[in-house]
């Protein structure tokens, strides 16, 4: 069966955790569904440790990436990814991403995000944009949907989804171009700054 990747970019982990939940409740079972948030404060090991029960704590201290039978949340866990940093993280996508990463409360990510998005099926260009959202402390939810459930799964994404064009513009012009790897993380006080310069429309 054919399947199309649908993607979206949260500033608020709530409206992110959210659509992945809305995703599962409309039938895309969760192996078909990623999610992978910004962690570089901490402050999302509370939530994805209490937000679908022990199995999330199990996961969380594993430092593993896990899909999860009982759902997507369920299997968050932590690592750190080239570029980005500390992330709370669970699904097919980002387990591309984690690559053998073990051991420890945060696993060190193999390869860039940025090419996972493209060999799930994203344009560089796009590819790029998703990667630098995170870096820029937002969250990515991807969904492989088929012909039964992309029409639902493109609505549910853009429900509280960033919009790309006006986002990507804001990047570039601060003299963003493409999503690099090596480039230090942003710090919890970079991306308030970002945020509120967006805001303000500067």
């Known amino acids: 069966m054919t399947t199309q990747t649908v993607t979206g970019?949260?500033?608020?982990?709530?409206?992110?955790?959210?659509?992945?939940?809305?995703?599962?409740?409309?039938?895309?079972p969760a192996r078909d569904i990623s999610f992978v948030a910004n962690n570089i404060d901490g402050k999302q090991k509370t939530i994805a440790t209490t937000d679908a029960g022990a199995g999330a704590g199990a996961g969380a201290a594993g430092g593993g990436v896990v899909g999860g039978a009982v759902g997507v949340l369920a299997g968050l866990g932590m690592l750190a990814i080239p570029g980005v940093g500390p992330v709370v993280a669970a699904g097919w996508l980002v387990a591309a991403a984690a690559g053998a990463a073990v051991g420890g409360a945060v696993g060190a990510a193999a390869g860039g995000i940025s090419g996972t998005?493209?060999?799930?099926?994203?344009?560089?260009?796009?590819?790029?944009?998703?990667?630098?959202?995170?870096?820029?402390?937002?969250?990515?939810?991807?969904?492989?949907?088929?012909?039964?459930?992309?029409?639902?799964?493109e609505q549910i994404l853009?429900?509280?989804?960033?919009?790309?064009?006006?986002?990507?513009?804001?990047?570039?012009?601060?003299?963003?171009?493409?999503?690099?790897?090596?480039?230090?993380?942003?710090?919890?006080?970079?991306?308030?700054?970002?945020?509120?310069?967006?805001?303000?429309?500067?």
Not at 14 to 27: C, N, P, Y
Not at 119 to 130: H, N, P, Q, S, T
Not at 166 to 194: H, L, T, V
């Open 158 to 202: 853009g429900r509280r989804a960033v919009n790309l064009t006006e986002r990507s513009k804001f990047y570039r012009e601060s003299g963003w171009r493409e999503f690099n790897p090596d480039a230090p993380p942003y710090s919890a006080e970079d991306i308030e700054i970002e945020r509120k310069r967006f805001l303000s429309g500067q």
């Open 117 to 153: 998005f493209v060999a799930a099926g994203l344009k560089r260009e796009d590819a790029d944009f998703y990667a630098e959202g995170v870096r820029r402390g937002g969250s990515v939810v991807t969904a492989k949907a088929d012909e039964k459930h992309i029409v639902a799964a």
């Open 9 to 28: 970019l949260y500033d608020r982990y709530e409206d992110a955790a959210q659509a992945v939940r809305d995703l599962e409740s409309t039938g895309i």
